[in-house]
């Protein structure tokens, strides 16, 4: 699923490194002019890794859209640099360090649950759809890119979202869970401060 072209996808992966550094260097949380114009309602995560070896260093996002992107862009960057509970704070000298994935996310939709589990894992496409569930208070999100990355075949796909909920990996047949699919589009740094492409995960999951 297209939202934006490449341009536009440069601009929001350079946005959210300047609002790390705005925020990280002078505690400051600023726009960028440059979003201005990206006022769409769009889930957004922001994932931070250590280069070059890849390792995670952040990962914070929105699933649903509560604000216009312009906004939640800046806090998903921030967050992901500071809040995530898996990590510490980075902090000033790792910025040259790292690089930036942006996920623009559609709206999560309800995968429609069959008496038959092959029924119900055939709504989900690996390449395609990134994975949201809702257990009460419990709720775990993975992205599209996560199952290709670890290359996962759908119910593998489904179990790891029920344990990054904190749920049982079978907890996804209850009829109170909630299982919702979504896409992305991903604009990721090939090195800290360089180039700025699309991946393409239904192409190289084939």
């Known amino acids: 699923m297209k939202f934006y072209n490449l341009k536009n996808g440069k601009i929001l992966v350079k946005c959210a490194r300047k609002a790390i550094e705005n925020y990280i260097k002078y505690n400051i949380k600023k726009s960028s002019f440059e979003l201005e114009k990206f006022k769409e309602s769009f889930g957004v995560f922001v994932t931070i890794e250590n280069y070059p070896n890849k390792e995670l260093r952040g990962c914070i996002g929105f699933p649903k859209a509560v604000a216009p992107l312009n906004n939640m862009l800046i806090e998903a960057a921030i967050a992901a640099a500071t809040d995530d509970p898996r990590f510490q704070p980075l902090n000033s000298k790792e910025l040259d360090k790292i690089t930036l994935e942006v996920n623009i996310l559609s709206e999560p939709t309800i995968v ?35 199952a290709v990355e670890e290359q996962w075949d759908e119910k593998t796909f489904i ?3 029920c344990l990054k909920a ?27 401060n360089g180039e700025i492409y699309e991946i393409d995960i239904t192409s190289s999951h084939k």
């Open 166 to 192: 904190g749920l049982d990996i079978e907890a996804w047949k209850d009829p109170k869970t909630k299982l919702f699919k979504f896409e992305s589009q991903i604009f990721k740094e090939k090195q800290p």
């Open 112 to 146: 429609k649950k069959s008496k038959n589990i092959e029924d119900t894992i055939k709504n989900i496409k690996i390449g395609r759809d990134g994975l949201l569930i809702q257990y009460g208070y419990y709720s775990g999100l993975l992205l599209p890119i996560v």
């Open 159 to 161: 179990e790891n979202a």
